[in-house]
């Protein structure tokens, strides 16, 4: 049973930092490229950041800068650290893992972040 588990969310002041966790379980990790999407409410999900299997980056515009993807793969584990929140950043984060070959792919229950004095 493929599991992955967020954590790290709560409510953090602007200019603040966060960082998120996704502990996966279930799968082959080191295999998977993972990613962390978010979605605000009445807007659609969006990707915030990802990283292959060979640990080759890429982040969305809005968080460029400003936020470090990473995994490890001995703990089968992938890391957001996101600094200088604002509020628009405020959302429900998901974890997701790709299967980049078979195409298939798994999601998080979520994780809640607000930006929020």
């Known amino acids: 049973q493929v599991q992955l588990v967020e954590s790290g969310g709560g409510l953090v002041q602007p200019g603040g930092s966060l960082r998120l966790s996704c502990a996966a379980s279930g799968i082959i990790f080191s295999i998977f490229s993972m990613g962390w999407y978010r979605q605000a409410p009445g807007k659609e999900r969006e990707m915030v950041a990802a990283i292959t299997a060979g640990g080759i980056t890429n982040y969305a515009d809005s968080v460029k800068g400003r936020s470090t993807i990473s995994r490890d793969n001995t703990k089968n584990t992938v890391y957001l650290q996101m600094n200088s929140l604002n509020a628009e950043d405020t959302a429900v984060y998901y974890c997701?893992?790709?299967?980049?070959?078979?195409?298939?792919?798994?999601w998080g229950q979520g994780t809640q972040v607000t930006v929020s004095s």
């Open positions: 997701r893992a790709d299967h980049t070959v078979l195409r298939h792919h798994y």
